[in-house]
Structure formats: structure tokens, C-alpha cells
């Protein structure tokens, strides 16, 4: 992405946590003496160690501070027009977990909140939310 990789404390230790599979993958490839007979593992281990490196490299930690507004590394309750509500984490990009109520701060959903306050309305997708809780 060409967005800076912000991270919060637990999006750094998951992308660590991967790097060292990587490593260890990379390695174990390296070890087999298939690299002969077949390269796919020992291509995947290495792009996989290169992504992983470039990630921690230039991962950019965010400590997050109460203020009272949709953040980075924050959580944010939104009502829909319809009375649902919804309750999300805006995290760094490698963290991003939908299906969890984690979304990426470079998201539509993120741009659309981060800055908000309780009360404050955004539109998202079209549809107006408010901003009920901001944590």
C-alpha cells in the first residue's frame, strides 16, 4: 500500500509473529534439499520473508490517547438509519479484520469516522451513521 503502516501495539506483534514464521519457513525450506527438485517452497518462504521484513521495517507504532474522538488503534459504536448498531476497530492495514470489527484506517468506513465525536454524524456508503460510543 502506499499508505504509511501505522500499527497499533497488537498489529506490531502480529506482524513480528509472522515474520518469525516466515523465518523459520524460509529456513526449513532452505534445510529440506528439495530446492533442486522443486523451488515453489523455497520461491513462497522467501516472498513471504521479504513482504514480512518490508512490513516491520516500516511499521510505524501509534499509541493511542482518549480524547473523546474516532482514532487510530480506537473503537468507534455507529447507528444506522435503521437502528442497527455496529462496533468497530480502526487498526493498521496487516490487523484489518471485517468479519472481526476490525477495518483498516485507510478504509472508506475509517477516512469517513476518524475525528468524529459522540453525536457527530458521517456518511458512509451512501447511508448516514451516528456516532454513539467512541472508546
Given at each position: 500500500?502506499?499508505?504509511?503502516n501505522?500499527?497499533?501495539?497488537?498489529?506490531?506483534?502480529?506482524?513480528?509473529?509472522?515474520?518469525?514464521?516466515?523465518?523459520?519457513?524460509?529456513?526449513a525450506?532452505?534445510?529440506s534439499?528439495?530446492?533442486?527438485?522443486?523451488?515453489?517452497?523455497?520461491?513462497?518462504?522467501?516472498r513471504e520473508?521479504?513482504?514480512?521484513?518490508?512490513?516491520?521495517?516500516?511499521?510505524?507504532?501509534?499509541?493511542?490517547?482518549?480524547d473523546?474522538?474516532?482514532?487510530?488503534?480506537?473503537?468507534?459504536?455507529l447507528?444506522?438509519?435503521?437502528?442497527?448498531t455496529?462496533?468497530?476497530?480502526?487498526?493498521?492495514?496487516?490487523?484489518?479484520?471485517?468479519?472481526?470489527?476490525?477495518?483498516?484506517h485507510?478504509?472508506?468506513?475509517?477516512?469517513?469516522?476518524?475525528?468524529?465525536?459522540?453525536?457527530?454524524?458521517?456518511?458512509?456508503?451512501?447511508?448516514?451513521?451516528e456516532?454513539?460510543?467512541?472508546?
Open positions: 500500500s502506499s499508505h504509511p501505522l500499527v497499533t501495539p497488537n498489529g506490531l506483534a502480529q506482524i513480528e509473529a509472522a515474520l518469525a514464521e516466515a523465518r523459520a519457513a524460509y529456513s525450506a532452505q534445510a534439499g528439495t530446492i533442486e527438485t522443486d523451488r515453489t517452497p523455497m520461491a513462497r518462504a522467501a520473508l521479504r513482504y514480512w521484513s518490508a512490513r516491520r521495517a516500516t511499521a510505524q507504532l501509534v499509541e493511542t490517547t482518549a473523546g474522538r474516532v482514532r487510530f488503534g480506537g473503537s468507534v459504536t447507528e444506522r438509519e435503521d437502528g442497527r455496529q462496533t468497530w476497530r480502526i487498526t493498521g492495514e496487516d490487523e484489518a479484520d471485517p468479519a472481526a470489527g476490525s477495518v483498516s485507510v478504509s472508506p468506513l475509517a477516512r469517513a469516522l476518524v475525528g468524529k465525536r459522540v453525536g457527530d454524524e458521517a456518511v458512509v456508503a451512501g447511508r448516514s451513521v456516532v454513539i460510543a467512541v472508546d
